[in-house]
Nanobody, 123 residues
Framework: QVQLVESGGGLVQAGDSLRLSCVAS????????MAWFRQVPGKEREFVAG???????MYADSVKERSTISRNNAKNTVYLQMNNLKPEDTAVYYC?????????????????WGQGTQVTVSS
């Protein structure tokens, strides 16, 4: 059974940094795309960043200059480093795995999801 467990969220101030982690278990993920999404109550889940099996990355415009997604295949882990956090980054952040080589921005194309970790940025 595949499980994704996120960690690293919390309450921070605007301008701070956070590193989110997601550990995958129950399978082999080195050839799958991994991604981060986020969701605010009342809004649709939105794509934040994705990383291909090759390490190629893609980002939403809203975080592109402030974030880095990376992965450690030996640890089945994907990370999201976010810098210069803004109040509008406040959301629940979800890790997702897609059984494709390259990530997509559409959430419905992902096969596995974590439970999410809350990130709150105060102004």
């Amino acid at each position: 059974q595949v499980q994704l467990v996120e960690s690293g969220g919390g309450l921070v101030q605007a301008g701070d940094s956070l590193r989110l982690s997601c550990v995958a278990s129950g399978g082999t993920f080195s050839t799958y795309a991994m991604a981060w999404f986020r969701q605010v109550p009342g809004k649709e889940r939105e794509f934040v960043a994705g990383i291909a099996w090759s390490g190629d990355q893609m980002y939403a415009d809203s975080v592109k200059e402030r974030s880095t997604i990376s992965r450690n295949n030996a640890k089945n882990t994907v990370y999201l480093q976010m810098n210069n956090l803004k109040p509008e980054d406040t959301a629940v952040y979800y890790c997702a795995v897609q059984r494709r080589w390259n990530p997509r921005e559409r959430g419905y194309e992902y096969d596995y999801w974590g439970q999410g970790t809350q990130v709150t940025v105060s102004s």
